[in-house]
């Protein structure tokens, strides 16, 4: 089972080559979408003939490119990961999981904007395996997509990652292959700015996450149930609805939310001291689930989404959809403080506890007032000045429309194909290019693109620069990049079980 659905992922071939496998079937596909995607560059390019060679994740242009992120006598932050099958505790409940080094989060990597980032992974679980850097503009062949840009780790093998670090920031890794991620697979990585004053005291990387396995089904046969009897079906709850997310909240019911590895009957607790600026730096990890984060008793300032600095906005609460993250900052109060996690219109919620001073402790069903507040989501935020994308007419306009549901099993399409019949959406290295997200379905999606931090330009021209994006139903988010980071580039939904059931696309520079 678990093989099929690897052979989904790559789109029904698993090949020792690499190389001659990933270019022969770009070339294929590339080829056979010459209808559309083809005769759209001819027409911006005004070329009159619509050769379309792609980059591929090893081209020149890639080595190119990581030339020019390098900086002169760049230190290298080495590190060791090892993945494998463990018994996790979970606070009081024993998983059987897949975890980084035996834990949940794995480990937290940290280096500095500028050094090179060298992670040995080594693949100890019973099947292949790869680690995809989330967010990070990195070279194209260490972005692990496996049938895209490199080979799977095969199980007992291992692979070592290597790639300047261009930008500071918040960000996580993962796995690319099947639902390996809605396990235990998953962990922070902090770029710092050494250069960077940070207005804060201390900070705590805040991990939140949906879990389910170890407890009845692995995420594996969540997927295959889904594609059998359809979502939200009885055995996993009622329907999860949320005004916030446009409607449908989610196809799965998880029995636990975890904050940093812990479910809520046995937090986390922070030591801190009254009057303390705290830097939060939220990530979400679920497979299914949006959260609404917030701190009782305290209002949350944002500062950053997805690595790159906003301008500052305060409200109550946040939202946080599957991969994206947000750093807030708290100047915090003397007592004993609930950090709560609402699965957004599920039932249930994530706890970890703040603690300067006495006070009883929270226990797990409290709701801060807080949480039905001021929600800060998306729309309200600005880019910082200093990371604005020039306000420039787009070269290249691509729409992505996300289609799916249940009508002929589980399937999630963009422009009506699933990644096994997909038509990459050609770009030119050096253009600005807007992306288009479409939602024609009934549910939101959080919508990710690799080796690159876009522009949200809806209402205002100056949004956030963020790599994932809540698009809700029937709502359309406009996403400007620069085309500076050659390669083969996923594009896909983060609910993990709609990017698994097709919706992904491939961003591709040709040349
Ligand atoms: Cu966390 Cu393809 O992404
Ligand atoms: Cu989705």
């Known amino acids: 089972m678990r093989e099929s659905s690897f052979r989904r992922r790559v789109g029904g071939s698993y090949h020792p080559e690499p190389k001659q496998l990933r270019l022969s079937r770009r070339q294929v596909l590339v080829a056979g979408g010459t209808g559309l995607a083809a005769a759209a560059l001819a027409a911006c390019a005004g070329q009159t003939a619509p050769l379309l060679r792609p980059i591929g994740p090893r081209g020149p242009e890639v080595e190119a490119a990581e030339r020019a992120r390098a900086v002169a006598g760049a230190t290298t932050a080495s590190f060791k990961v090892n993945s494998g099958a463990v018994t996790v505790d979970l606070g009081g409940v024993t998983v059987d999981t897949w975890a980084y080094d035996g834990v949940i989060p794995g480990p937290l990597l940290t280096a500095d904007v500028g050094q090179i980032l060298e992670v040995t992974v080594a693949n100890g679980l019973p099947d292949p395996t790869t680690v995809h850097w989330h967010g990070l503009a990195l070279r194209n062949d260490m972005d692990g997509v496996p049938g895209l840009t490199q080979s799977p780790i095969a199980p007992r093998e291992s692979m070592t990652y290597r790639f300047s670090l261009a930008h500071p920031g918040t960000y996580w890794f993962h796995p690319h292959v099947g639902t390996q991620l809605d396990r235990g697979l998953y962990a922070p990585l902090i770029i710092n700015d050494p250069s960077e004053p940070g207005a804060y005291d201390a900070e705590h990387v805040i991990v939140l996450d949906d879990w389910l396995d170890g407890t009845g089904e692995t995420p594996d046969q969540v997927l295959d149930r889904l594609r059998s009897e359809g979502m939200d079906m009885g055995g996993m709850g009622g329907s999860p609805a949320s005004e916030e997310l446009g409607g449908d909240a989610g196809d799965v019911v998880y029995p636990y939310y975890l904050v940093n590895g812990r479910i809520g009957t046995a937090p986390q607790a922070i030591d801190a001291l009254p009057g303390q600026r705290l830097r939060l730096r939220l990530i979400n990890a679920g497979g299914d689930t949006a959260f609404r984060v917030a701190l009782g008793g305290h209002q949350l300032t944002v500062t950053h989404t997805d690595g790159f600095p906003v301008q500052p906005f305060t409200g109550d609460a ?68 200093d990371v604005l994308l020039a306000d420039r007419r787009p ?68 949004g956030p620069r963020k790599d994932t994006v809540i698009v809700r139903p029937m709502e359309t988010v406009v996403a400007d990049l620069v085309a500076d980071n050659p390669g083969q580039w996923l594009t896909h939904c983060h609910n993990i079980y709609h990017g698994e059931a097709g919706m992904m696309t491939t961003l591709s520079y040709v040349l």
Do not use: C
Request: net charge negative; proline share 5%.
């Open 318 to 385: 946040v939202l946080i959809g599957m991969g994206e993250r947000v750093d807030v900052l708290v100047t915090l109060g003397d007592g004993a403080f609930p950090l709560v996690s609402v699965a957004e219109g599920k039932d249930g919620a994530g706890l970890a506890l703040i603690r300067t001073g006495d006070g009883a402790a929270p226990g797990p069903d409290i709701r801060p007032a807080e949480l039905a507040g001021r929600v800060v989501t998306v729309r309200d935020l600005r880019a910082a000045d």
């Open 395 to 462: 070269d290249r306009t691509h729409e992505l429309v996300l289609e799916g549901g249940m009508d002929g099993g589980y399937r999630w399409t963009i422009n009506g194909r699933t990644f096994d019949r997909v038509e990459p959406l050609p770009v030119r290295a050096g253009e600005t290019v807007r992306l288009r997200f479409i939602n024609r379905s009934m549910m939101f999606h959080p919508m990710h693109v690799h080796g690159h931090t876009f522009q949200v330009r809806n209402e205002q021209r100056d």
